[in-house]
């Protein structure tokens, strides 16, 4: 249409095709060399003229290389769309270099008949992530349709997380935000850090929901949703998460003492709003009673 003329062909299509594609999935398609004018293949920074035609041939998804494994899953919620799965602290969520096996992706591999290609080969239904050593709620989506509109969600902020830490020390203040930018550390690539140079927005509410003599016991919500986010943002302003080795903390927990509770969006078949919680596991249950055995303040 002339009033598309001379717009980039990522934009077009990403204005286009909204409902069903995210942008960076089109780049992508278009990179591949699936965006065609007239029968020969553009790239993302293709400048449309008027009349032409645009095609766009979605390859079949690949199948997953990843080997189905008869994991026991602990299923909080499941149905066409989307599983919902109370993920233990020892698992990792897709594979990666040094967790090829045994991970969630391989236990949904193995009890679904169907998952979402979107992510990848090595992410089949994964939407989004709890690191290792985290425990509670995750969702994987079974279609692309879901996919794409948990991947929405996430993306406009809407989706509910809240989580559950014990973090060291006593937090004075009972709740507020923690807006500090977050991006890889200049000193270990490996962690990530709060800088103001290549970072991106970074916001954490927390609420203190019971004080001891050395620790506190913190409710956080995620405003946004970076890598090790709960993890910086409470090193930072220090009160480390307790267990938490790699930013500071301490105690012999042999994990973070972080807890994925509560997961709430809106479902991607019926377009209603659900919510779901999860118990703390025994691990943290004992931190917790053991850190009340001190003198709460």
Do not use: W
């Not at 979107?118 to 939407?127: C, D, N």
């Not at 937090?171 to 550390?185: A, C, K, V």
């Not at 910086?232 to 790699?246: A, F």
């Not at 105690?251 to 972080?258: C, E, K, T, V």
């Amino acid at each position: 249409m002339a009033e598309d003329a001379g717009g980039r062909m990522d934009r077009f299509l990403a204005e286009k095709l909204s409902a069903d594609f995210s942008r960076a999935h089109l780049q992508k398609l278009v990179g591949a060399g699936c965006v065609s004018i007239d029968g020969q293949a553009v790239k993302n920074n293709y400048r449309l003229k008027e009349g032409e035609y645009v095609e766009l041939v979605v390859p079949e998804p690949k199948a997953s290389g990843i080997r189905p494994e008869r994991i026991k899953l602990d299923i909080v919620y499941e149905d066409g769309s989307v599983i919902m799965v109370n993920k233990s602290a020892d698992m990792v969520v897709h594979p990666a270099p040094g967790n090829y096996t045994g991970t969630l992706a391989n236990a949904l591999m193995a009890h679904c008949k169907n998952l979402s290609g979107i992510s990848g080969e090595l992410k089949p239904g994964i939407v989004h992530r709890i690191d290792k050593g985290t425990s509670g709620l995750i969702i994987a989506a079974k279609t692309d349709a879901a996919h794409r509109s948990l991947a929405k969600q996430f993306k406009d902020k809407t989706i509910k997380r809240e989580y559950i830490a014990v973090v060291k020390g006593v937090m004075q203040l009972d709740n507020g935000i923690i807006e500090l930018p977050i991006g890889r550390s200049p000193r270990n690539r490996q962690k990530m850090a709060v800088s103001f140079d290549n970072s991106k927005e970074a916001a954490t509410r927390y609420r203190v929901l019971k004080r001891f003599s050395s620790a506190t016991l913190v409710e956080l919500t995620l405003m946004t949703g970076r890598t090790h986010q709960i993890r910086v943002h409470m090193s930072y302003i220090g009160h480390p998460l307790l267990g938490d080795l790699k930013y500071g903390g301490c105690g012999s927990m042999g994990r973070p003492a972080l807890h994925a509770k509560t997961l709430g969006f809106v479902h991607p078949k019926t377009k209603k709003r659900v919510e779901f919680t999860s118990e703390l596991p025994e691990d943290m249950r004992e931190l917790i009673e053991k850190c009340g055995k001190g003198k709460e303040r």
